[in-house]
């Protein structure tokens, strides 16, 4: 693994650093001195390890506020102690004092705290110490371990996090992702003046495939309805399994007039063709769908947006099934023949 590593000082007290890192392809090097800057950078680009000069202005400051970002807490932080004066009284105090300044540092933010070679000291050809080096690049692995360990947590939980999303059947989103996603669309929608619609649709007579071939078949039935759905929509459209044979699709930058035609094309797309559940057994069905767009009135949940959709979808069942009623408009298709008992 490539370990970034943000500087936070002068170009001189970069050369101060051992040659293992600034000169190895291992780490990704890059010294700031401005506290703006390097805040800004943070935020934009985390690095692994933040190496701070502490005669730098702002230095303390940019430790405190690091660890104050819940986000961000993981960046390893080692304060490299340069001020001359600090450097001086050293040589004249105890170990007390010492422990006293590496308590400070700690209590500031610093994850680690190394008396280093001031920018004076360099100039006047001061000889490096190796045995601070061989410090710096031991603490420099504590970093990247713990680098490694934040990587390995956010895969996990992108993973997991997958995992709680999905529909294990359909392998689309479930309910849970859809009550996460779609107050994320009306912001985006609303933030951006675009038109959002969504479609509810429901298996016709779906109990009776139950009922007469047995729940395997009424699985595998709602898997192929999926799959061709998912290949028959447009890229911005997210479909979901809303429970059962009931599945709700969003359909971004989308006006109502053409959800209507959205929704229309699927109820024909899933009526033209029965579905081949193994080489003896094919079944016809039809879907009722129910179709609205975003309102001023709706609420951020969506939860409003979904209840008007739904009830077109309970009137386009109440009225003979297969159809499309939503917006206000009904679009009617030749009822097919559903699958009976």
């Known amino acids: 693994m490539n370990i970034s590593i943000l500087v936070f000082g002068s170009k001189i007290f970069l050369e101060t650093l051992p040659d293992q890192i600034r000169d190895t392809p291992a780490f990704s090097i890059e010294a700031i001195a401005n506290l703006n800057q390097a805040v800004s950078k943070i935020q934009i680009a985390p690095p692994d390890v933040i190496l701070v000069q502490a005669s730098s202005d702002g230095s303390m400051e940019l430790c405190c506020w690091l660890k104050e970002q819940t986000k961000l807490s993981w960046i390893y932080c080692i304060l490299l102690e340069d001020r001359s004066h600090i450097l001086s009284d050293k040589a004249n105090c105890d170990d007390l004092w010492e422990s006293q300044m590496m308590s400070a540092a700690l209590r500031q933010g610093a994850d680690a705290y190394i008396w280093w070679l001031s920018e004076n000291s360099f100039e006047d050809n001061f000889v490096k110490s190796p045995a601070k080096e061989h410090l710096l690049i031991a603490q420099l692995a504590v970093g990247l371990r713990k680098a490694q360990k934040y990587r390995d947590l ?188």
């Open 154 to 341: 956010i895969r996990t939980n992108d993973l997991l996090s997958a995992i709680a999303l999905s529909d294990a059947l359909t392998e689309l989103n479930n309910r849970r992702a859809l009550e996460w996603d779609l107050p994320k669309q009306i912001h985006k929608a609303r933030s951006l003046s675009l038109p959002l619609s969504l479609i509810i649709l429901d298996v016709d007579y779906f109990k009776k495939v139950n009922d007469t071939y047995g729940h395997l078949v009424g699985d595998r039935l709602l898997q192929l309805l999926c799959t061709r759905i998912k290949h028959n929509l447009r890229f911005q459209d997210v479909p979901f399994r809303y429970g059962g044979e009931e599945f709700v699709i969003i359909l971004g930058n989308t006006t109502c007039e053409e959800a209507l035609k959205v929704a229309k094309r699927l109820n024909c797309i899933v009526s033209d063709q029965p579905f081949a559940i193994n080489n003896a057994l094919s079944i016809n069905v039809t879907i009722s769908l129910g179709t609205a767009c975003l309102r001023v009135e709706d609420d951020t949940k969506g939860i409003s947006l979904l209840h008007r959709a739904d009830q077109y979808l309970l009137e386009a069942k109440a009225s003979g099934r297969n159809k499309v009623i939503g917006c206000d408009y009904v679009s009617r298709t030749p009822h097919l023949h559903a699958v009976s008992s």
